[in-house]
């Protein structure tokens, strides 16, 4: 290794443009989780799993700029998020698509329309310009063609491939789902896996997402952090098949295995 302090920092910046370190949630004085800490590399698939109600979610609206830690940092490169105002934090997350749970499209306008809005909110496009890239996004979602129709036409995965076309309509750095395949079948939810890694390719960019769906994050994370409701603490950060094999924290292998105690990774 070369290099000083600085130059690592910088390096570590660059290929971790996520981190969080040392992180308490509480809802008023209740403490859900603390000693979260974790890093999210450049191009990572990273999952924030975890049993229900284990505060994925609540990590999730941390990282997002909606609820603001106890304690701790969270990082986006060399900013430390909730240390600068709200301004900042917003034109931080101008970087980031997200996509809700409930895909939330605006029903009473088109794809197109919901698509092309972010874009002349926070643009300078031409009206030429918007229309072209969000043929190009549509399409890239797999929607080419679906321009004029309302959300109450499509069906649910092509919803949540809808709502994802509009999450990339910036050419965002990060992109954040929460459960995006709730509520798909099994082979919509695949499409929707190879979909999230086509856009991380294509974009360049960084994905971190809450899920308990196995078959998921077995196919897509190369990067995970566990948070434990028992003992309200995070229990384990890495690649999910590794943690799998080499874990020692029974919460982990029982979650990772669905409670069999089988680590042999069956992919499907
Ligand atoms: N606004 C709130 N005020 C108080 N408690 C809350 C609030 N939102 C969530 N909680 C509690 O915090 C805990 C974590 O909730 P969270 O939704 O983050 O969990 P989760 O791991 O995402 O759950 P699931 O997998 O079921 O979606 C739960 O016990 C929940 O009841």
Redesign the pocket.
């Known amino acids: 290794m070369t290099g000083g302090p600085q130059e690592k920092k910088q390096r570590n910046q660059d290929e971790c443009p996520l981190r969080v370190e040392n992180l308490t949630?509480a809802?008023?004085s209740?403490i859900?989780m603390r000693n979260i800490s974790f890093e999210v590399r450049k191009g990572d698939i990273f999952v924030?799993m975890?049993?229900?109600?284990?505060?994925?979610?609540?990590?999730?609206?941390h990282l997002i700029g909606l609820k603001r830690p106890a304690s701790g940092r969270i990082w986006y490169r060399e900013t430390d998020f909730w240390g600068v105002d709200e301004a900042q934090r917003a034109r931080i997350m101008r970087r980031a698509g997200i996509l809700y749970?409930s895909s939330a499209l605006w029903s009473s306008m088109t794809l197109e329309e919901n698509v092309a809005l972010p874009l002349q909110l926070y643009t300078d496009l031409s009206e030429k310009a918007i229309a072209e890239q969000v043929a190009f996004k549509l399409a890239l979602v797999g929607l080419a063609g679906f321009e004029s129709f309302y959300p109450a036409q499509l069906s649910g995965g092509m919803r949540k491939r809808a709502a994802l076309a509009r999450a990339i309509a910036l050419d965002p750095e990060f992109l954040f789902f929460?459960?995006p395949s709730a509520g798909l079948d099994p082979v919509s939810a695949r499409r929707l896996d190879e979909l999230i890694i086509e856009l991380r390719d294509s974009l360049g960019a960084t994905v971190v997402m809450?899920t308990?769906e196995l078959a998921s994050i077995y196919s897509i994370a190369t990067n995970s952090v566990f948070?434990d409701?028992g003992s309200r603490t995070m229990l384990a950060t890495g690649n999910p098949r590794d943690l799998v094999r080499e874990s020692d924290q029974q919460p982990v292998i029982d979650f990772l295995t669905r409670g069999t105690g089988n680590r042999e990774v069956r992919l499907i």
């Not at 975890?50 to 609206?61: D, Y």
Request: glycine fraction near 20%; charge should be neutral; charged fraction near 15%.
């Open positions: 949630m809802y008023g209740f859900l924030i975890g049993g229900s109600g284990c505060g994925k979610s609540t990590l999730l609206r749970q929460d459960e809450v308990h948070l409701a």
